[in-house]
Nanobody
Framework: QVQLVESGGGLVQAGGSLRLSCAAS????????MGWFRQAPGKEREFAAR????????YYADSVKGRFTISRDNAKNAVYLQMNSLKPEDTAVYFC????????????????WGRGTQVTVSS
């Protein structure tokens, strides 16, 4: 069992930056692929980024590639999402998720979810 709690969301102007954090409970955090998803108002939840259990491999959605960076610290049971050059279309609730699969970019592949943190980008 893994419990996830996101933090770091807020209101930022377009072009600005935010860093999201996700704190995980449990001694097996380092076994999981970790992902970030987001859900804008009236839209379906979508994949943003994932990182392998060791942190050696990352993968991004085209919409965030080059602007967002996912990282993790297994010693601290934490995963991060550095978001730069933010756009109004990045406005969404951002969710942290954990997967037992080594390759996981879709919602069904993820076993545990946080409750999300709101990111609002003003124009």
């Amino acid at each position: 069992q893994v419990q996830l709690v996101e933090s770091g969301g807020g209101l930022v102007q377009a072009g600005g930056s935010l860093r999201l954090s996700c704190a995980a409970s449990g001694r097996t955090f380092s076994y999981y692929t970790m992902g970030w998803f987001r859900q804008a108002p009236g839209k379906e939840r979508e994949f943003a980024a994932r990182i392998s259990s060791s942190g050696g491999s990352t993968y991004y959605a085209d919409s965030v590639k080059g602007r967002f960076t996912i990282s993790r610290d297994n010693a601290k049971n934490a995963v991060y999402l550095q978001m730069n050059s933010l756009k109004p279309e990045d406005t969404a609730v951002y969710f942290c998720a954990a997967s037992r699969s080594s390759v996981a970019s879709t919602i069904p592949r993820y076993d545990y979810w946080g409750r999300g943190t709101q990111v609002t980008v003003s124009s």
